[in-house]
T-cell receptor
Framework: GAGVSQSPSNKVTEKGKDVELRCDPI?????LYWYRQSLGQGLEFLIY????????KSGLPSDRFSAERTGGSVSTLTIQRTQQEDSAVYLC???????????FGPGTRLLVL | GESVGLHLPTLSVQEGDNSIINCAYS??????FIWYKQESGKGPQFIID?????DKRQGQRVTVLLNKTVKHLSLQIAATQPGDSAVYFC??????????????FGKGTHLIIQP
């Protein structure tokens, strides 16, 4: 596609449920990033993929958070046993290998009740 | 870790005026800086970037200035338009060629264009 796409655009879930968020990067972009943005705040880096591997997972806030990427393209961010503090906008970005400029998707707005 | 911060959370300017959004960074090892614009309900949109070997870069109606001596970054928007109303984030990257740490973002400045 022309840009980074994310789904769902909005997700409302109950505390304790698991959620999966999906990111489709720009075609040909090998690097993929996940960020979290709380209301009125800046972006918090979560995890980075180069191809299918994630060299650095230290940004994930707890072991309830995990992410994977298969085929060097689509990535899913999974949050297990969601908590109310997980409510935020989850943004995905991608970039070309060797380039710093990251292009963002529209985000998934997660609300945990 | 070191962080990127913004001086003003909200900036209100008259339509047609120029605006300047400031950003302070503390990581002297950062070698790449970028400005994003985020409109309500949307993801951040790339505006302009600059590397540490430059002190000025111009785009269409936007200019980014980098002062490494005082670790200061600014975004100048000329002849502001209603569509410029958004939150503007500065971000830094320590690594070249993309980084495992991603970009470090400031909290953002909300630019409001008054008619």
């Amino acid at each position: 596609g022309a840009g980074v796409s994310q789904s769902p655009s909005n997700k409302v879930t109950e505390k304790g449920k698991d959620v999966e968020l999906r990111c489709d990067p720009i075609s040909g972009h090998t690097a993929l990033y996940w960020y979290r943005q709380s209301l009125g705040q800046g972006l918090e880096f979560l995890i980075y993929f180069q191809g299918n591997s994630a060299p650095d997972k230290s940004g994930l806030p707890s072991d309830r958070f995990s992410a994977e990427r298969t085929g060097g393209s689509v990535s899913t961010l999974t949050i297990q046993r969601t908590q109310q503090e997980d409510s935020a906008v989850y943004l995905c970005a991608s970039s070309l290998r060797g380039e710093e400029t990251q292009y963002f998707g529209p985000g998934t707005r997660l609300l945990v009740l | 870790g070191e962080s990127v911060g913004l001086h003003l959370p909200t900036l209100s300017v008259q339509e047609g005026d120029n605006s300047i959004i400031n950003c302070a960074y503390s990581n002297s090892a950062s070698d790449y800086f970028i400005w994003y614009k985020q409109e309500s309900g949307k993801g951040p949109q790339f505006i302009i970037d600059i590397r540490s070997n430059m002190d000025k870069r111009q785009g269409q109606r936007v200019t980014v200035l980098l002062n490494k001596t005082v670790k200061h970054l600014s975004l100048q928007i000329a002849a502001t338009q209603p569509g410029d109303s958004a939150v503007y984030f500065c971000a830094e990257n320590m690594g070249s060629g993309g980084g495992a740490d991603g970009l470090t973002f400031g909290k953002g400045t909300h630019l409001i264009i008054q008619p």
